[in-house]
């Protein structure tokens, strides 16, 4: 059975960093784009950032204006993203997902981890 | 800006049909797959329905998703339904540079 399990979220003041990791198993890894995906607090599903399988192409929400940064590791079936200048306004779960569909060549059937919370307060 | 556009609710009563619609504001729906994604209340979303029409395995036959090209939506049908089903479904599908795009979500009352 595919796993997707993220780890790293926790309670952060505003300004200040986390970095999120995703450990992926049963699943080849290597072969996926990778997606972050959050929702705030009551709120819908919001698209963060995307990564291709071999890290060449690499993409973000206009709306994180720079602050965010997206990486993985194929040889650990890892991963990341860095958080920095954190917001309140950040605050939301945190969901590794591999997303449905072909895109880029790459073609998943849909995988979601469990989330972890990221918490942006003083 | 390529947006999905959800109803915000639908309720109908166990046993029935229900459609939930997924309406593209711009190009064509048909450009790129969409994807359906069930979220119960305090759970992480689960794929149902990808590449428009395809079901995960351990999905039952009873959700189903059309591509309308004449009104450029998607829809999620999901017949005999079960109290089970009550959930957050949220539409997914990629602008014209590969970005992911989500609607904003249906929530699905069965009663």
């Known amino acids: 059975e595919v796993q997707l399990v993220e780890s790293g979220g926790g309670l952060v003041k505003p300004g200040g960093s986390l970095r999120l990791s995703c450990a992926a198993s049963?699943?080849?890894?290597?072969?996926?784009?990778m997606t972050w995906v959050r929702q705030a607090p009551g709120k819908g599903l919001e698209w963060v950032s995307s990564?291709?399988?071999?890290?060449?192409?690499?993409y973000y929400a206009d709306s994180l204006q720079g602050r965010y940064t997206i990486s993985r590791d194929n040889a650990k079936n890892s991963l990341y993203l860095q958080m920095n200048s954190l917001r309140v306004e950040d605050t939301a779960v945190y969901y590794c997902?591999?997303?449905?569909?072909?895109?880029?060549?790459?073609?998943?059937?849909?995988?979601w981890g469990q989330g972890t919370l990221v918490t942006v307060s003083s | 800006n390529f947006m999905l556009t959800q109803p915000h609710s639908v309720s109908e009563s166990p046993g029935k049909t229900v459609t939930i619609s997924c309406t593209g504001s711009?190009?064509?729906?048909?450009?790129?797959?969409v994807q359906w994604y069930q979220q119960r209340p305090g759970s992480a979303p689960t794929t149902v329905i990808y590449?428009?029409?395809?079901?995960p395995s351990g999905v039952p036959d009873r959700f189903s998703g059309s591509i309308d090209r004449s009104s450029n939506s998607a829809s999620l049908t999901i017949s005999g339904l079960k109290t089970e089903d009550e959930a957050d479904y949220y539409c997914?599908?990629?602008?014209?540079?590969?970005?992911?795009?989500f609607g904003g979500g249906t929530q699905l009352t069965v009663l």
């Open positions: 997902a591999s997303l449905g569909g072909c895109i880029g060549g790459s073609c998943s059937p849909g995988y």
């Open positions: 049963a699943f080849t890894f290597s072969s996926y784009r």
């Open positions: 990564i291709s399988s071999g890290s060449h192409y690499i």
């Open positions: 711009s190009g064509s729906i048909a450009s790129n797959y």
């Open positions: 590449e428009d029409n395809q079901r």
């Open positions: 997914q599908s990629y602008d014209s540079t590969n970005h992911p795009v």
